[in-house]
Each structure stands twice: as structure tokens, then as C-alpha cells.
């Protein structure tokens, strides 16, 4: 016999659940102390869903795992732990702030439900637990959370897409123009270095004037391939403009951001491009500028930099500058 893991399971559930017009079906966890409650609940939902029982919420809480639960069924009446408690926990968790809670509490208990729901529960059953409620119940759930996780998915690509540079997959002005100042307030308060540098290709314009703009193209996604390469992973790289880059580096002093730096300009300057089947030597010239944290804004670190940049020009192109 195969065992089938768990998100096979939701899967089958879902196409079976489409199939007959239902609501999806998802992942619960139920958190009982009372083991004949759990088992009924579980006997019920297990028709359309994949189901676990715990009585211990601190492993729960604590397994990074959780957050791919749809939703937690919740007994108030517990002993063994404290139901609203759980849900402030669940609720102020970042992990888990996004899974819905459905309260199962005693008919009685209005005052401890209505607090459970203040504390941010989003729906709650009276025991004697009646089936088809229940299950009417759990499917609002799971269907209004997959509404909410294709929003916050929608939202995320978007602002993915809108601080990064399409045709070098590097984040673009509108990043770095937010980004610095925090990066900047950050170095301040950790007193720690900050080094920032641009590079700008050296007589770029004449690869798109020799070989066309799509080769020039080509060669701005192998510069930033390049570039990517040559950083460590805390180094933020963002295509400022046309052939120009400002790399951000955290914790670098102007000793680390000079040898980056090198790096970057030995890594374009040492092997030839490809451009549209010919091999073309590229350079790059770059300034360095270190923050001045009693002094520097974004606009006077940058400035800086781009005074290093220019002297790297006038200077013959293929260097850095700091
Ligand atoms: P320097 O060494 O002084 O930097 O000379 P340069 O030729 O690199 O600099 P210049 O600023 O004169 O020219 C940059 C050129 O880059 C001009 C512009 O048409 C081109 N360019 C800007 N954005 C793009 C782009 O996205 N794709 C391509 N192919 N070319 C671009
Ligand atoms: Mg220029
Ligand atoms: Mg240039
Ligand atoms: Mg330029």
C-alpha cells in the first residue's frame, strides 16, 4: 500500500471537491484536550479534508511547518491549555497570523467566545456539534483563505515586478531610491560601515552603434550576470539607468568595497562578451563612496560616488576610483 503525503491528499481532495462543485478542501489542524470531541471532529471533516488532532498547541505553535495549515479548529473548553491564549498567540505570530481559527466552545461559554473572537478567532460552533454545520462552516473558511492567499500572492508579484529591471532581473531605480535611505538609517543606528558604489560601462554606446541595441542589450544582462557574481549575498546591485549600476554594501568599509569593486571590474575586463557571436572586450569603470553617518544623505553618498566615477573616466576608463 502507497501512503500518500499530505499534499497529495489536499490535492485529490481539491480535484474531487471541483469535480462535485464544492468549496476546496484544506489542510486543519484541531486542537483538543478532549480526545472523543477531536475523534468526532476529525470522523467528520476527514470527508473532505486532511486532518490532524493535537493536545500539545506549543509544538504546533513552534513548527515553521504550521503556516501551511488552512485553518485550526479551536476547543475553548480545554484544560490542558489555555484556548484563548492560543489564539492571541496565533494571531500575533508572523508565521501563522494568516491561518483562519474556527472556535468549537460550550454553549454556555458567551463570554470566553466573544473574547476568543475579539482576539481575532474568525468563527466559532457550539458543542453539541452539529455535522453539517460544521462542515459548512470549515468550507467558508478554507474558501475566503485561498481568496486571501491568491491576493496576497497577486500583491507580492506585484511589487516584485515593480522595483525590478526587466531586462536584467536586477532591482531597478524606483528600489534603490526607497531602499537606500533605510539602508542608510540602518548602518547608522548598528554603527556599522556602509559602502556604496556605481558602475557605469565604458564606451557603451559604442557596442549599440557597431553590433545594434538588441547586442547591447546582451551585453547588459551578461554585465549584471557578471555583477551578481562578483558580490556577496548581503550587497544589494539595482541598474540605476541605462549602463549604469549603484551597488549597495552593508557592513563594507571603503577597504572591502574597494576589493569588490576590483573584483567586479577584473570579472568584465578579463574575459570577452559574446556579442552576437563575436567575442568584444568590455570594461567598466567604477567610483567608491563610504557613508559619512554625521553628514551623509542618500543623495550626498551617491553624489560621491559618481564624483569617483568620473575621475575613473578622465582617468582612462577600466578602474575604480574611491
Ligand atoms: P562612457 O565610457 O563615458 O560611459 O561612454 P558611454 O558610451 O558608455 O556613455 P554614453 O552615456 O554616451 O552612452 C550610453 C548609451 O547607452 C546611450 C544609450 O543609447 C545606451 N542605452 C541606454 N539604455 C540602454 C538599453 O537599455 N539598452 C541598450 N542597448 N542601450 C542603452
Ligand atoms: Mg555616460
Ligand atoms: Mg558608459
Ligand atoms: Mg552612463
Redesign the pocket.
Known sequence: IRTETTASLVARHDVMAELAGRAPSGRLMVFDDDTGLASRIKRILKTEHVVEATREPAAVLHDEASSAYDLFVVNLATASYDGLRLCSQVRSSDLLRQVPILLVSDFADDVRTAKALELGANDYLASPLDRNELLARVRTQIKRKRYDDGLRQSLRETIALAVTDS?TGLNNRRFLESHLPVVIERARTDAKPLSVLIA?????????DGW??????A??KEFAARLKDSLRASDLACRF????FVILMPEADGRTAQIIAERLRSLVADAPFDVAGEAILVTV?AGIAVLDPATDDWESLLKRADRGLYEA?RNG?NQVVA
Open positions: 531586462l557605469d560601462i565604458d564606451h557603451f554606446k559604442r557596442i549599440n545594434g541595441h538588441d547586442a547591447g542589450d551585453v547588459l539607468g541605462g549602463e549604469e569603470s573616466k576608463r
